[in-house]
């Protein structure tokens, strides 16, 4: 069964919007995999966000998602990548369509509420980065 990764940033637990967000993900039919809070550092997010180090708003980015705990979590489902995605909607939430999670509850292009991976292979990566085998594996 294909997995992929949430992260609920900052913005989302600030506002107490958790149980709503995974309540539409749940609603989709996904199982929950593996699931850790955590108080996200500057390496890991300089790993987790190494495709946009060059950008200026790169430590805007890393002092937002190191501003609070986040909830990391491992979602399972059939094609559960592309259909958590298009739940999500287009990183800046300002032209994110509503009924998506980011329309719905982001504020801008970097407070969006959540993250969720891109593709099978970041899926594959940032599992590794943020799990243990041991800590989803029953
Ligand atoms: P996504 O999270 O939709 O996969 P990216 O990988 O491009 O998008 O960006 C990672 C995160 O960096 C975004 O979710 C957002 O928090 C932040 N970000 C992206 N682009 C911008 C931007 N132009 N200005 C501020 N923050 C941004």
């Known amino acids: 069964m294909e997995k992929t990764?949430?992260?609920f940033k900052p913005d989302c637990l600030r506002k107490r919007l958790m149980g709503t967000v995974l309540?539409?993900?749940e609603r989709e039919g996904f199982t929950i995999a593996g699931c850790k809070m955590a108080q996200l550092g500057p390496d890991?997010?300089?790993q987790h966000y190494a495709h946009l180090a060059d950008e200026p708003f790169f430590p805007g980015i890393s002092s937002f998602?190191?501003?609070g705990p986040v909830v990391v979590m491992i979602l399972e489902g059939d094609n559960v990548i592309?259909?958590?995605r298009?739940?999500?909607g287009p990183t800046?939430?300002?032209k994110a369509a509503a009924g998506t999670i980011r329309g719905d509850y982001g504020d801008n292009?970097?407070?969006n509420v959540v993250h969720a991976s891109d593709s099978p292979e970041s899926a594959r990566a940032e599992i590794r980065r943020f799990f243990n085998e041991d800590d989803f594996q029953i």
Do not use: W
Request: charged letters at 40%; aromatic letters at 4%; a positive charge.
């Open 5 to 7: 990764l949430i992260i």
């Open 86 to 88: 298009k739940l999500v």
């Open 109 to 111: 292009a970097m407070r």
């Open 82 to 84: 592309k259909k958590i």
């Open 23 to 25: 309540g539409r993900f």
């Open 92 to 94: 800046d939430s300002e």
């Open 65 to 67: 998602m190191e501003s």
């Open 44 to 46: 890991l997010l300089k």
